[in-house]
């Protein structure tokens, strides 16, 4: 007996709908899966030339500076770094849900100001810089409030306009920066801030982004506020002492702490990113479905 096609059909199709709704899609790995899964071609060590130790009486701090974008900054503080300049001087200032920012304390005073000896007093401003097709960019998929376009470069997090031709740092959550005042070109390097709370991207592109603290951030975040406008320190023995400050280049081998970086240009970064858009954790039951640049995570291993 002949049956009608279109129940056949209808049947075939309910059949395939049980069996989709039977069958759970494939879980997406989480970011620890993605780590767990990476090799060693996914991970860099940053240039020792390029790579600083700050260290405190609590600990090491280690700042990867930003040479591609900050050539004149980056050049200056190594100079600074060579010379001791910053060993001995402080923490001066830790505002809450901003930053903390070090330098010498005495920097106002002529009488007293330590010696910049042959590093620079001023520096034309690098607030931004040409796109350079040579320059690694792996691009968010989402929006950004403050430029057409996010990523990463070189494990920066960056902000680009390509209708202006022009790209920069973005002021995330660890981000080094180098004081200023009024003038563009009175920023030199000798005076720092990291970034510590939400990410003030206002500052973008009117400061001269230097870097980035890969390791020891807690060391810096967790200090205790300044009581001063601002979140300076009013009293001399508020301020945290800086053991010193050098190149990683120039530590003995014995005395270095060697770390690894995520690389941002590879499809490990792209399935971390994948990963923080969409959870898949169990305890997460509404997947964000975006990301903005500041909450992508930068993973850091010791080598």
Known sequence: MLRNPLILIAAASALACTLAQAVPPPAKPTM?????????ADWRRPDPANTLYLDLASGRVIIELAPHYAPLHASNIKTMVSAHYFDGLTILRVQDNYVTQWGDPDAGDAAKARSLGS??????????????ANLPFTRLPDGDVYAPQVGFSDGFPVARDPKGGKTWLAHCYGMVGAGRDNGVETGSGAELYVVIGESPRHLDRNIAL?????????????LPRGDGAMGFYTRPEQRLPIKSVRREADVPAAERTPVELLRTDTPTFTA???????????????????????NVPLPVRRQ
Not at 32 to 40: G, K, N, R
């Open 210 to 222: 230097v870097g980035r603290v890969v390791q020891g951030m807690d060391l810096l975040a967790a």
């Open 32 to 40: 620890q899966q993605v780590l767990e899964a990476s090799s060693a």
């Open 272 to 294: 971390l990113v994948e990963s923080r858009r969409n959870r898949s954790d169990e305890w997460y039951k509404r997947p964000a479905g975006k990301i903005s640049l500041c």
């Open 119 to 132: 590093a620079k007093k001023t520096l034309a401003p690098e607030f931004e810089r040409g796109i350079d």
